[in-house]
């Protein structure tokens, strides 16, 4: 739901991560960019708002006052929404290199890799849609 949400709300280069193998605090990893600071947090306000109509409250949301960064923590599903310097400064894609990636086309909403495996170490979680 969180990346059906980034890509209706034109959320710039959306990748999923399965981190699974790689961290104990998460299966994956939402990222995707805005090209403003208030782009930025918009999309965390939709993401916020379609995760709770559906039942689903954040553990913690950090960055919402400088808007640079804004990390939302879901327990199994950390959603990642940048700043485009920010993202490109951080690079986590870069940092977690070994773990799959699923890049999102938005034009079709496709994916362009391979999915990750929809196993997870918390028996089953599916990754996000």
């Given at each position: 739901m969180s990346v059906k949400t980034i890509i209706a709300h034109?959320?710039?280069?959306?990748?999923l991560m399965e981190v699974t193998k790689f961290c104990s605090f998460a299966d994956f990893f939402v990222l995707c960019s805005?090209?403003?600071?208030?782009h930025v947090l918009a999309l965390a306000q939709h993401v916020e708002?379609?995760?709770?109509?559906?039942?689903?409250?954040?553990?913690g949301v950090e960055g919402r006052e400088e808007g640079q960064w804004v990390l939302m923590d879901y327990n199994t599903v950390v959603v990642?929404?940048?700043?485009?310097?920010r993202r490109e400064?951080?690079?986590?894609?870069d940092l977690w290199s070994e773990v799959p990636k699923t890049q999102i086309d938005i034009d079709s909403n496709m994916e362009t890799t391979s999915t990750p495996s929809q196993e997870s170490r918390s028996g089953g979680d599916t990754p996000p849609e």
């Open positions: 034109k959320g710039i280069e959306p990748v805005g090209g403003s600071q208030r708002e379609a995760l709770a109509q559906a039942g689903v409250k954040p553990l990642h929404i940048f700043l485009q310097p400064f951080y690079n986590l894609e």
